[in-house]
Every structure is written in structure tokens, then in C-alpha cells.
């Protein structure tokens, strides 16, 4: 039967085509170029701060979950040399793996402890904690400014609030009066189980905006931070009360409108010391350095809360303009190598032609390398790079493929179509990560120069092809699942993550095309 006019498939007007090349490669460039400039913040008060939280566990492997890791006591002596220079006191949390010597070490370096004593499910372990704590609480009461027994246990909820009590009466007993002891825990916990504060000298709570259930951003977080302070004040009158971890994270997934960057955390922390000095409260800064150990129960982002890095360097200065990527101009020679072998690859002698692979291949470019960014940040071990290697390494030649087509397409000639199950691994690939990211999202981060690649090339190949054979099943399938599950993804963040919105245009990229040429066969085969 022959196919009547209106239902005969139309070419469409090539200039949005043109248009979404030139937007993606200026939106590469430009992406790349505000990461590096520079940001104005207000200075902190003074570059000395009062107390900070620390964990030796920097390095490659190190976790402080391996029963046979130590810390040695020159190392301990190099860690405290240093932040010596920054700090007036650290904290600990635990006795263990050579951490009992702290406060010994500190006090050559002119530093005071809040000396952490660890406590779980275990009991003898707990034990063997709390009579390592005292014995060291006894030997350097001049160095302590008090003793935390157990930490975030009530969160954790490996401990009842009796057994806790309990811990914290014998700590108590056994140390010298003049050695305060206190317990630390969320500051929520706190208002939960306030029989603990009958068995402390004084309340540590810890306040993060960053995980709170309902995400602060950054420019509310020190308010919000006050307001908090101010609440436990009145809950419990009389008693003091010391903020013992506050601190933003420097890299890894945003929650809400609350985005863990370098220039954040800057912020952050600049605009806490300055209330802190106002209102002359005690506190503890979370953390020295960052910790790669914590990506693995946190993700990307529990890595990154240290004040310098894994490399005991600052991570930004506490005066004058922040810089979130000094090396920002990575992202314009990917952008730049990219536009070249794109071009030069799929040159046919004609203008249109290599200028579109040129777009393209800058697209691509900045969006591997804003990829490869986030990759050194998440990456733990050679499983991950190689995996991460991989899907990069496939989402180039989808782009590489579809960008020629699209090429082809400007000039009027029909290219060899891409194979119908590489649509299918991408789309399933994307529903993969969606199904993460709607029930186990909280840790994860959201891969968009990956996802890029594939999604707005076979976006731009179905407006220049808009009449293709019917999707077969599975991918109308998944084209049907994709917008459901990330409409999901931008309603628990409840609309102010900019991540999940952009994670939505995606999906909609990716799965809109498909639904349309599915339509667009139904309509044909009806006439």
C-alpha cells in the first residue's frame, strides 16, 4: 500500500542541530572556565584554629577498621608538627593503633586533646578502649581538655543509652576531677536521649548541614548552625555546650541545594569562624585531612572534609579570593583535542561537515574530562578506574559514531545506522543508575559527562531522522522507565538539586526519541 503524503517522513530544519553543537561546546568551555575563577569570600578571623579532628588514615589502604594497622609514634610526631602550626588542640577517637600516644606527642608541640575513647557492640573490645583511655586520661590530665567517651553510638544504635551511661560513670570515677568527660553525638540524639546529659561534665553534639535530613546550603549553613546552638542552650540550662564536629565537604555528590565544593567548604568555614569568635563557643573543626577510607561507607563525599589533604597539603587559604579547579584548563585542551580528531576523523571535503565534528568532538572533549574529574575524587581501587575507564571509553565511540551520522545527515547523505543493541546497552545502562539513584542515591554521585556523550548525540540523531523503524520492545520499555525513575531522582531532592535536573534533561534526551519514533510508527501504520 503506498504511503500517502502527510504520513511520508519529513526532513527537519538542520540550524537546532547547529544550535545544540555550538550550546554543548560553549557549555564545555564555559564549564570548565568557572571552575577556575577565582571567588570572592570574606576572610576568616584568623588563620588559627581552635581544635580540629584527627585521624591518621590518609593514605592508600589505610582504614582504622583493620585490626593490624599501627600508627607509629613518628608519624603520629610528623602529623602533629604540622598542624601545630594551625591548630591549638586535636581531636582523637579512639585508643588503639597506636593513638594512645597523642597526647603525650601533643605536648611537645605546645597542643592540647579531646581524647576519644571508642566504643560499638563489642564488649571486650570496649573494655580493652576504656581501660587504655583511663590509663591515658592518668598519665596526661595536663594536656586534656576532656575525655569523649564513645562517639555517634547512640546514632549508630550499637549501644543503649544505659550501657553508654555506664561507660561514662566509670570513665568518670577513674580520671582526675579536673579532666572533663563529655559524650558526642548528633546534636538530635542529644534531644532523643537527655538522661546522657546527667552523666556528662558537659554536652559535645555535632552539627553538619551538610547531612542533615532536610541539606542546608552553604549560605544558610553558619545561620542554621546558630540556630541550633542556641535550641540545645535552652534544652539544657546549665550545663555547657561545645559544637564537637562542624565542617563542609570539598568534593563529591550535592544533597539538595547544598553542593560539596572546595569553595563551599571555604566558605563554610571562614563564615563559621567568624561566629564562633563572636560568640566565644567551643568547638571542633571535622576534619585535618581527608580521609579515602570513608569513601567506602559515604561515597565520594566522606572523603573529602579535611581542611588540607591526603598529602597533608591546604586545600585553600583562609584569606582572599577561592579557587574550586586551579587546573581548570584541562577541560579546554580535552575540549581542543577532542575538536580536532573528531574533525580530522570524519573529514569529507566539506565545511559543514567538519565544523559539526568539531562541535561535537569539543562537546565530547570537556564532557570526558569533567567526567575524568569526578573520577579521580570516587575512584578507591584498580576495579573502579578500569570500570570507569571503560564506560568512558564507550561512551567516546557512541559519540564518535552518531556525531559522523549526524555529520553525514547535514550533507544530505544517509549514514549506516547504528546498531540497534548499542541504543539498547545505553539505555539500559541508564536505567541501571537511575534504579540506583532512586533507592540507594544517598552516597551516589551523578555520572553527567558519561551520560552526556550518548544521550545528546541520539538526541540530535532523531531530530535530523525523525521517522525511524519501529523501537523494538525492550527499548520502548526502558524509554518509558527512564523520565518515571529520574522524575523520582529530582523529587527527592525535592526540585533544588541542579545535578538531578540535569540528570532528567538526560533521561528525557535518551528515552524521548524512542517514544516518538514509536509513536511516529504507530500513526504510520494506522494510515
Known amino acids: 500500500m503506498a504511503m500517502s503524503d502527510a504520513a511520508a517522513p519529513r526532513s527537519r530544519s538542520h540550524w537546532p542541530v547547529w544550535l545544540a553543537l555550538v550550546l554543548a561546546a560553549v557549555a564545555g568551555i564555559a564549564g570548565w572556565w568557572w571552575l577556575g575563577r577565582p571567588v570572592a569570600l570574606p576572610d576568616a578571623p584568623s588563620s588559627r584554629i581552635a581544635c580540629v579532628s584527627y585521624a591518621p588514615y590518609r593514605r592508600a589502604g589505610e582504614t582504622p577498621f583493620d585490626p593490624n594497622a599501627f600508627i607509629s609514634p613518628e608519624r603520629i610526631d610528623a602529623d602533629l608538627r604540622a598542624l601545630s602550626q594551625r591548630f591549638d588542640c586535636v581531636r582523637t577517637y579512639a585508643q588503639g593503633q597506636g593513638l594512645a600516644a597523642v597526647p603525650t606527642i601533643a605536648r611537645r608541640h605546645g597542643m592540647q586533646v579531646l581524647m576519644g575513647i571508642w566504643l560499638a557492640r563489642d564488649p571486650v573490645a570496649n573494655a580493652r578502649e576504656v581501660a587504655m583511655g583511663i590509663a591515658?586520661?592518668?598519665?596526661?590530665?595536663?594536656?586534656?581538655?576532656?575525655?569523649?567517651?564513645?562517639?555517634?553510638?547512640?546514632?549508630?544504635?550499637?549501644?543503649?543509652?544505659?550501657?553508654?551511661?555506664?561507660?561514662?560513670?566509670?570513665?568518670?570515677?577513674?580520671?582526675?576531677?579536673?579532666?572533663?568527660?563529655?559524650?558526642?553525638?548528633?546534636?538530635?540524639?542529644?534531644?532523643?536521649?537527655?538522661?546522657?546529659?546527667?552523666?556528662?561534665?558537659?554536652?559535645?553534639?555535632?552539627?553538619?548541614?551538610?547531612?542533615?535530613?532536610?541539606?542546608?546550603?552553604?549560605?544558610?549553613?553558619?545561620?542554621?548552625?546558630?540556630?541550633?546552638?542556641?535550641?540545645?542552650?535552652?534544652?539544657?540550662?546549665?550545663?555547657?555546650?561545645?559544637?564537637?564536629?562542624?565542617?563542609?565537604?570539598?568534593?563529591?555528590?550535592?544533597?539538595?541545594?547544598?553542593?560539596?565544593?572546595?569553595?563551599?567548604?571555604?566558605?563554610?568555614?571562614?563564615?563559621?569562624?567568624?561566629?564562633?569568635?563572636?560568640?566565644?563557643?567551643?568547638?571542633?573543626?571535622?576534619?585535618?585531612?581527608?580521609?579515602?577510607?570513608?569513601?567506602?561507607?559515604?561515597?565520594?563525599?566522606?572523603?573529602?572534609?579535611?581542611?588540607?589533604?591526603?598529602?597533608?597539603?591546604?586545600?585553600?587559604?583562609?584569606?582572599?579570593?577561592?579557587?574550586?579547579?586551579?587546573?581548570?584548563?584541562?577541560?579546554?585542551?580535552?575540549?581542543?583535542?577532542?575538536?580536532?580528531?573528531?574533525?580530522?576523523?570524519?573529514?569529507?571535503?566539506?565545511w559543514r561537515a567538519g565544523a559539526a565534528l568539531a562541535l561535537a568532538g569539543a562537546a565530547s572533549g570537556a564532557a570526558l574530562a569533567w567526567q575524568a574529574r569526578q573520577m579521580i575524587y570516587a575512584c578507591r581501587d584498580l576495579l573502579e578506574w578500569g570500570a570507569s575507564i571503560a564506560a568512558c571509553v564507550a561512551a567516546l565511540a557512541t559519540a564518535w559514531w552518531l556525531a559522523r551520522g549526524l555529520a553525514w545527515r547535514l550533507l544530505g547523505v544517509e549514514p549506516r545506522p547504528a546498531p540497534a543493541w548499542l541504543c539498547l546497552g545505553w539505555l539500559f545502562g541508564l536505567t541501571w543508575y537511575d534504579l540506583l539513584l532512586v533507592f540507594d542515591g544517598r552516597y551516589r554521585d551523578f555520572p553527567l559527562g558519561l551520560f552526556a556523550l550518548p544521550c545528546v548525540a541520539y538526541a540530535l540523531g532523531a531530530w535530523l531522522d525523525p521517522a525511524p523503524d519501529r523501537p523494538p520492545l525492550e527499548h520502548r520499555l526502558l524509554a518509558v522507565v527512564l523520565p518515571l525513575l529520574a522524575i523520582l531522582v529530582v523529587v527527592q531532592e525535592v526540585g533544588l538539586n541542579l545535578s538531578a535536573w540535569l540528570w532528567l534533561g538526560l533521561n528525557l534526551a535518551l528515552g524521548l526519541p524512542v517514544l516518538v519514533a514509536w509513536r511516529q510508527a504507530v500513526r504510520l501504520r494506522a494510515q
Open 136 to 350: 591515658t586520661a592518668n598519665a596526661n590530665p595536663d594536656v586534656l581538655r576532656g575525655v569523649i567517651v564513645g562517639n555517634e553510638v547512640l546514632l549508630r544504635g550499637e549501644l543503649s543509652p544505659q550501657v553508654l551511661a555506664g561507660y561514662a560513670r566509670q570513665v568518670r570515677a577513674a580520671i582526675p576531677a579536673s579532666v572533663p568527660v563529655t559524650y558526642a553525638d548528633v546534636w538530635e540524639f542529644w534531644l532523643r536521649f537527655p538522661q546522657m546529659a546527667r552523666v556528662v561534665d558537659y554536652l559535645t553534639i555535632h552539627i553538619l548541614p551538610y547531612w542533615e535530613d532536610d541539606p542546608v546550603p552553604p549560605e544558610h549553613a553558619v545561620r542554621h548552625v546558630a540556630a541550633v546552638y542556641a535550641r540545645m542552650q535552652h534544652a539544657f540550662p546549665g550545663q555547657r555546650v561545645m559544637i564537637g564536629e562542624t565542617g563542609w565537604p570539598s568534593a563529591g555528590r550535592p544533597r539538595r541545594a547544598a553542593r560539596a565544593t572546595r569553595v563551599n567548604e571555604a566558605r563554610y568555614l571562614r563564615e563559621f569562624l567568624a561566629y564562633a569568635a563572636r560568640v566565644q563557643m567551643p568547638y571542633n573543626v571535622i576534619e585535618a585531612f581527608d580521609q579515602p577510607w570513608k569513601r567506602v561507607q559515604e561515597g565520594t563525599v566522606g572523603g573529602y572534609w579535611g581542611i588540607f589533604d591526603v598529602d597533608a597539603k591546604p586545600k585553600f587559604p583562609m584569606t582572599g579570593p577561592v579557587v574550586e579547579e586551579a587546573h581548570w584548563w584541562w577541560g579546554w585542551i580535552a575540549a581542543a583535542i577532542g575538536a580536532v580528531a573528531f574533525a580530522l576523523a570524519g573529514w569529507r571535503r566539506a
